[in-house]
């Protein structure tokens, strides 16, 4: 099956900075690269995706860029705020309903 | 709030027992996904219910079984219970099959804790 990895594990940025998680898949099949915010005790939301015809991808201070001859695609949070601060898990999908997860990054916006 | 709702939020057993969790869906979703999160196995895909039926399986344990109602409301029974099947399990919801990637919207999770 799908292989997906994220990095890093833990990220911590000064409020105002950008940050950038980067993950890649293992197989070209992949067409579908949502990303999720999970914050302490609850489930994860969507706060952007990106299909395999498109390489780039912006909603106000989130990006995502995908490159599909490298297998990668990375999330860009632009002017960061304290309420970024959550986990964030990139995930790929060949079919469209299962998901391949990563490992999830750990982001701190210091004030 | 996602509209997704699990029950009950936590849950204390003990080993060899059977628990159930169950979710409702958003309104109007007709898909179900059920997912468990670990510290080491992180968010893995179990299963995947549309209208009532199996549509896809991910990593599932032959002691782990689900069903949709017709009413769409999901139900995740563990059985067997050991020290390992602790963990958070989401339930997540969407609108149609899943094919084209749709939107799944995840509920708050049911803390599993085995002993």
């Known amino acids: 099956g799908e292989n997906v990895e994220q990095h890093p594990s833990t990220l911590s940025v000064q409020e105002g900075d950008s940050a950038v998680i980067k993950c890649t898949y293992s197989d070209s099949a992949s067409n579908y690269f949502p990303w999720y915010k999970q914050e302490l005790g609850k489930g994860p939301q969507l706060i952007i995706d990106i299909r395999s015809n498109v390489g780039e991808k912006k909603d106000q201070r989130i990006a995502v860029t995908l490159n599909k001859t490298a297998k990668h695609f990375s999330l860009h949070i632009t002017e960061t705020q304290p309420e970024d601060s959550a986990v964030y898990f990139c995930?790929?999908?060949?079919?469209?309903?299962?998901?391949?997860f990563g490992t999830g990054t750990s982001l701190t916006v210091i004030p | 709030d996602s509209g997704v709702t699990q029950t009950p939020k936590h849950l204390i057993t003990a080993t060899g027992q059977r628990v159930t969790l169950r979710c409702s869906p958003r309104?109007?979703?007709?898909?179900v996904y059920w997912y468990q999160q670990s510290l080491d196995q992180g968010l893995q895909f179990l299963i995947q219910?549309?209208?009532?039926?199996?549509?896809a399986k991910g990593n599932i344990l032959e002691r782990f079984s689900a069903q949709q109602f017709p009413d769409l409301h999901s139900e995740l029974n563990l059985s067997s219970l050991e020290l390992g099947d602790s963990a958070l399990y989401f339930c997540?919801?969407?609108?149609?099959?899943?094919?084209?990637?749709?939107?799944?919207?995840f509920g708050p999770g049911t803390r599993l804790t085995v002993l």
């Open positions: 219910y549309y209208n009532g039926e199996e549509r």
């Open positions: 309104s109007g979703d007709l898909s």
């Open positions: 995930a790929a999908s060949i079919t469209g309903n299962q998901f391949y």
């Open positions: 997540a919801s969407s609108a149609s099959s899943g094919r084209r990637g749709d939107t799944q919207y």
